[in-house]
């Protein structure tokens, strides 16, 4: 009796001490919160910014550009800029080339990533934990520009449009994030599958996949974002600039403006106010803008899903 009533007493001891604690840490002061959104408003400004000033000048006039180039609203709105590089060749199929390596390179990045991470979660397969440092040395340590491009060049992918996808078509730390996701996934349900007689690939597409939908989001923007910003690539392995990607297309333009008239059929026919209104900066900054957007446009879609996933597919390992 005696035991239990001490039991009691430290019980009630420790929930008032809790009680405190939490009471401390709800009575923050107002200004240190206040301090807290200042800082976080200025770092996003400080991110914001220089976005909203290539923005507002893909949108504006030459001569308002040259007299306040840090505007942050359009100054004598024009769409000049954009129907100059819609009239290009050259971005248009660069950017069709993105597109099909982002759109082509996701998909089967996610389908090998899946299957690989499903058979390295098979914990009772003998030689996995070989396998499983097979896909983390290379991770850490890389072979080199040299080696690669020997491979490359004997494979005959150099200056071909698959030279953007194979070479990276499964990122280590992806396979291990949705290896670790499928990990946690409860053997009772792939058990269940087991005994209605569904094969492993029945299981994959049925069971797993189903309840992947975080990781497969999150690894799948991972990769389109890291083909659709690829210029490294087209840069070492692509000489023939009619096959460029986006990004390098963009890089070039950039550092030298005539990059954009090169192949244009509608360059010439441009009449002079056209000239007048748009200059090399606003090309410039039209250009940035356009290679941006679609990805951009995506990330609302896949955002929610980005906590979810990473945090599922980094508890176990």
């Not at 058990?191 to 690939?201: M, P, R, T, V, Y």
């Amino acid at each position: 009796m005696v035991a239990r009533e001490q039991d009691i007493g430290h019980s009630e001891e420790g929930a008032a001490l809790a009680l405190g604690v939490n009471r401390k840490l709800d009575a923050n002061p107002r200004w240190a919160q206040a301090i807290i959104l200042v800082l976080l408003a200025a770092a996003g400004l400080v991110t914001l910014l220089p976005m909203v000033n290539v923005w507002a000048i893909s949108f504006s006039e030459a001569h308002e550009v040259f007299k306040n180039p840090m505007m942050l609203w359009p100054k004598s709105f024009t769409l000049e800029a954009y129907k100059y590089i819609f009239h290009t060749n050259v971005l248009l199929k660069s950017f069709g080339i993105t597109v099909f390596a982002a759109v082509m390179g996701t998909f089967l990045s996610l389908v090998f990533t899946a299957t690989g991470a499903y058979g390295l979660s098979k914990t009772h397969i003998p030689g996995h934990r070989l396998l499983l440092w097979l896909v983390i040395i290379p991770m850490l340590f890389g072979a080199g520009l040299i080696p690669m491009y020997i491979l490359l060049k004997n494979l005959g992918l150099l200056n071909s449009v698959w030279v953007l996808i194979l070479p990276k078509l499964v990122a280590p730390f992806n396979l291990i994030l949705m290896r670790n996701f499928f990990w946690s996934i409860p053997e009772s349900l792939e058990e269940s599958a087991q005994l209605d007689g569904a094969s492993e690939l029945r299981i994959l597409w049925s069971v797993i996949l189903p309840l992947s939908k975080p990781v497969i989001a999150t690894v799948g923007l991972f990769y389109a974002v890291g083909y659709w910003n690829d210029f490294f690539t087209g840069l070492f392995f692509i000489s023939d600039n009619s096959k460029w990607p986006l990004q390098m297309v963009l890089r070039s333009i950039v550092i030298d403006f005539n990059m954009l008239n090169m192949g244009s059929q509608n360059t010439n026919t441009m009449n002079d106010a056209a000239h007048m209104v748009v200059q090399p900066e606003n090309i410039k900054a039209a250009t940035i803008i356009f290679a941006i957007v679609p990805i951009l446009l995506v990330y609302p879609f896949l955002q929610k899903y980005f906590v979810k996933g990473i945090m599922l597919g980094s508890v176990k390992g």
